[in-house]
């Protein structure tokens, strides 16, 4: 990564605004996805991470659910969290930024007493995250049109 961007857990009304305006520009703008799906009632509990530049831009983000709100993603285990809506934005991809949010996000875990993170990768991705040690598993689906990989990855 860019050796001066800072990833930190977003717990500001600012950062979350950050958070919500990279989604927006990667997924909604980008990739189509219909702003109503994109934004859902995961966000009010999921811990959101955010990486900005040394001038406060934002670059990225991605969430983590846990808990109950992690269950339906995570096939019902409560030591596995998931990891979701990870997006860089264009200009900050090829950095090292996701890496860098992907670590964070697991860190998140690890201090949650999590054992492992689940994603759903969208398939162009799947060796970003099989570099990060991510093992895919069950069959591809459809999510917001965009074919995905069930993921996981256990944790130190």
Do not use: N
Not at 7 to 26: G, M, N, P, W, Y
Not at 28 to 33: A, M, R
Not at 36 to 62: M, N, Q
Not at 83 to 88: I, K
Request: hydrophobic share 45%.
């Amino acid at each position: 990564m860019t050796s001066a961007a800072e990833v930190r857990v977003a717990v500001s009304e600012q950062d979350l605004k950050a958070c919500f305006a990279v989604r927006t520009e990667v997924f909604v703008v980008e990739q189509s996805v219909p702003e109503s799906i994109e934004y859902d009632a995961y966000d009010a509990v999921a811990v959101h991470v955010l990486a900005v530049s040394p001038h406060g831009e934002p670059l990225g983000t991605g969430r983590l659910l846990h808990g109950p709100a992690a269950l339906a993603k995570t096939g019902g285990d409560p030591a596995v969290g998931s990891l979701g809506r990870l997006a860089v934005r264009e200009a900050a991809r090829g950095l090292g930024v996701g890496v860098a949010l992907v670590r964070a996000i697991e860190a998140e875990a690890l201090r949650l007493g999590l054992s492992a993170v689940d994603l759903g990768a969208q398939t162009h991705a799947l060796g970003f995250y099989e570099a990060l040690g991510y093992e895919a598993y069950g069959p591809e689906f459809e999510d917001a049109g965009i074919p995905h990989r069930a993921m996981r990855r256990g944790l130190p």
